[in-house]
């Protein structure tokens, strides 16, 4: 069942990027170490309930420890790029209510230096929908437009003092989902939603969820005006947002399903870059929501973003639901955007179905995302923030098989594939960071999904490379040397 590649390293442009991805609260554990506050994961996780495993992050794969070991895996990889965040609480641990955690700065600046003396891009991220847990308490977090200034204030820390080194820099990891999962069925912090919409009813899941969008794009637009003006000119990086990108396929030939798969794109991923790149929300959006969709005035978004960060796993149907009845069942639920979502037709799935219950393979949908964006966007830069295969952690899961990851290879292979045909067609990709470095805590599923091309035991937190880490390192180049041309000057910051 192997796949063959249609591509090696030369049909991919030059300085292309190369990375495996991380978040903070995913990887750091070390949730109280060295002044660091609380975030709002913290508080979620830390609530019986909320992880399926009741598992959390206190302690994930201890890399704010390990991340000297990790950066020699990386050098091993060959990696020119490695993608994580920064913990906003270990920096501000009551955001601008409170001093700067100069610790929290230390850690991320010897990091940052470790990363770049190994010749790897630091490709960082502001929030991965973490929060010091203050701004939620003290004024509701994104539901606020006070987050705004709170935003703009740590982003300029960031900048000042990392920004000589770090040439790309992510505002928020994917505002859509953080919106969607905190907000429509609460699954995320904090947590909220309207009773009909899932296990809360602290919310409103048909307004908050475009209200928290609203101030994640004017916060994004915030920082990066500041970066644009104060900083851009002297450090010469780049910024931009990530998006979580599902591709929607037409249910079937019927216009009106195929107007549902383009309200679904709207819907999902174009709510987030149509307002930056373009100025507006999109007109399917606004024409269904009315008044729900909140407005810009004339100068909030002016200059838009120097790239696009597209995290894309999988792919959908959508199912007219705006002219046809629609009946929701198990898998198939009905949105906002009067679409339903399916991954099945006639009894056949969109494309192999995985451990993951919405991660389906289909790799035509990374190169349908990538020539969609480069249309819609006039071929705006973009990177491949995350990709990446999750299998299920089983209590009886040998660690032969979660190291022989065919299936991750497999995975990898047909979407850098669908990659190159993207960048055959002038689609401007400039990098490809696969989710993820190592297994990790994902989310609301604690431990029970692995994602990384490493191995993780989580009770000794010893890092094996599994089979996808041994084909990454050998597609790679190995001991090229990597420019760094855009790199002004190393400083060793002291404190
Ligand atoms: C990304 O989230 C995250 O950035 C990363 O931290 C995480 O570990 C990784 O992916 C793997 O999950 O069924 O409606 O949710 C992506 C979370 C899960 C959001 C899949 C979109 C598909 C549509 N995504 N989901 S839905």
Redesign the pocket.
Known sequence: SSFEANYNLSSFPRNFLFGTAS?SY?FEGAYLADGKGLSNWDTFSHTPGNIVDGSNGDIAVDHYHLYLKDVELMEYLGINTYRFSISWARILPKGRFGNVNFAGIKHYDKFINSLIEKGIQPFVSLT?YDMPQELEDRYGGWLSPQIQKDFAYYASICFKYYGDRVKYWVTI??PN?AAIRGYRSGIYPPARCSASFGNCSSGDSEREPFIVAHNMILSHSAALNLYRSKYQDKQKGNIGIAI?A?WYEPFSNSSHDKLAAQRALSFYMNWILDPIILGHYPKEMKDILGCLLPEFSDDDLKNGLDFIGI?H??SFYAKDCLHSKCVQGPGITKTEGYYLRTAIKNNIPIGEPTAVD?LYVYPEGMEKTLTYLKNRYNNTPMFIT?NGF?VMNQPDSSIYSLLNDDKRVEYMTSYLDALVSAIRQGADVRGYIA??FLDNF??SSGYTIR?GLYHVDYKTLKRTPKSSAKWYKHFLPHNEPISLCNISKVVIFVN
Do not use: C, D, L
């Open positions: 978040s995913q991965h990891n994917e989902v979580n599902v995290n796993y999988t919405w995350e999750g989710w993820s994902e989310w994602f």
